[in-house]
């Protein structure tokens, strides 16, 4: 069956910190793989999406990075982070052509 | 470009009310329409979908109906339990399209 793990659950760091979100897809091949961010009180923005290895499109010029060094590994970086860069945040993938999505648990990163 | 707009909340309801969450959208072309649901502290889970005008995806006693004619894909549920408690996401994406535009989220309370 296809799922996708994503870690940590939660996360607490000081500003100025590295940051590296891990998200994995299991059961499946050459998927489009997405990192997706839910401010507080806000709606979800997309942040980047893969259709390949190391293929990497960003959609908001931000603090943050994404590499896929892997089919089935997306990670989202940071070399030091912001108070702004706060939120919950979500990692999804889909098979190319289709049109439905699955996303995993999410990771609560607080910046403090 | 695509975009979703939907009902701003916070939503409190009472158990066994009726809960409507207007979604309208703009898209080129035959997006496919969906709903997703957030439960406290967790991910997004699909809720229903829609791939062409009239479709009407259901789960969970939730409706949606793919209105072409007036760009809307309406959320709606006839009884609400305290367990709908959630925020709700209108969504599409176009068959070309690598992205999923959300809405800005509903946040629903039903109360007991």
């Known amino acids: 069956s296809q799922t996708i793990h994503q870690w940590p659950a939660t996360l607490v760091q000081p500003v100025g910190s590295p940051l590296s979100l891990e998200c994995t897809v299991e059961g499946t091949s050459n998927p489009n793989l997405y990192w997706y961010r839910q401010a507080a009180g806000r709606g979800l923005q997309l942040l980047f999406y893969s259709v390949g290895i190391g293929q990497i499109s960003s959609e908001v010029p931000q603090n943050l990075s994404a590499s896929r060094p892997q089919d089935r590994q997306f990670i989202l970086s940071s070399k030091k982070l912001l108070l702004s860069d706060s939120g919950f945040y979500l990692c999804?993938?889909?098979?190319?052509?289709?049109?439905?999505?699955?996303f995993g648990s999410g990771t609560r990163l607080t910046v403090v | 470009g695509n975009s979703v707009t939907q009902m701003e909340g916070p939503v409190t309801l009472s158990e066994e009310a009726f809960l409507t969450i207007n979604c309208t959208y703009t898209a080129t072309g035959y997006p496919s329409l969906f709903w997703y649901v957030q439960y406290p502290g967790e991910g997004l889970q699909l809720l229903l979908k829609?791939?062409?005008?009239?479709d009407k995806g259901s789960n969970k006693g939730f409706e949606a109906t793919y209105r072409k004619e007036t760009t809307s894909f309406h959320l709606e549920k006839g009884s609400v339990q305290v367990s709908d408690s959630a925020v709700y996401f209108c969504?599409?994406?176009?068959?070309?399209?690598?992205?999923?535009?959300f809405g800005a989220g509903t946040t629903v309370t039903v109360r007991a």
């Open positions: 969504a599409l994406t176009n068959d070309n399209d690598y992205k999923l535009s």
């Open positions: 829609a791939t062409k005008a009239d």
């Open positions: 999804a993938w889909r098979i190319q052509g289709a049109r439905g999505y699955t």
